[in-house]
């Protein structure tokens, strides 16, 4: 029973309870379109890569916590795509557990970035550190075309 009741919308279920105090959301019955991306894909959207070029590479830095590099893999499709994927698998349960939240994602999740053409895809490095997984693509150089100069006579 609560002490502090109808304000909070019926929302608390005891008062000493500091796990029971959500905060009073606005929008809760405000309907928001369902997404084409399903439960077992969520951990997709989550996963956040940067990719820089360098003048000697392109660098893919992927945050994926929690992660053993043996989870993730690393692949070359189609010559010029790189893919990395992986699963968070779900936290085993007991039975005598409550939950009082579950934030964190889970399910299998896949990235893929098309190369460029100076990328050379033979040479992929791969490294994973404190939960960041780096993916270093060397680039071709780029041939500087021979120049001959020719004499102006007259």
């Not at 893929?112 to 270093?136: H, Y």
């Amino acid at each position: 029973m609560s002490l502090i009741p109808g304000f909070f919308g019926g929302r608390r279920s005891n008062v000493f309870d500091p796990f029971s105090l959500d905060m009073w959301d606005p929008f809760k019955d405000f309907h928001v379109p369902t997404s084409s991306v399903s439960a077992e894909n969520s951990a997709f959207v989550s996963t956040r890569v940067d990719w820089k070029e360098t003048p000697e590479a392109h660098v893919f830095k992927a945050d994926i916590p929690g992660l053993k590099k043996e989870e993730v893999k690393v692949q070359i499709e189609d010559d010029r795509v790189l893919q990395i994927s992986g699963e968070r698998n779900v936290e085993k349960e007991d039975k005598n557990d409550t939950w009082h939240r579950v934030e964190r994602s889970s399910g299998k999740f896949t990235r893929r970035f098309r190369l460029p053409e100076n990328a050379k895809v033979n040479e992929v490095k791969a490294s994973m550190e404190n939960g960041v997984l780096t993916v270093t693509v060397p680039k071709e150089e780029v041939k500087k075309p021979d120049v001959k100069a020719i004499e102006i006579s007259g």
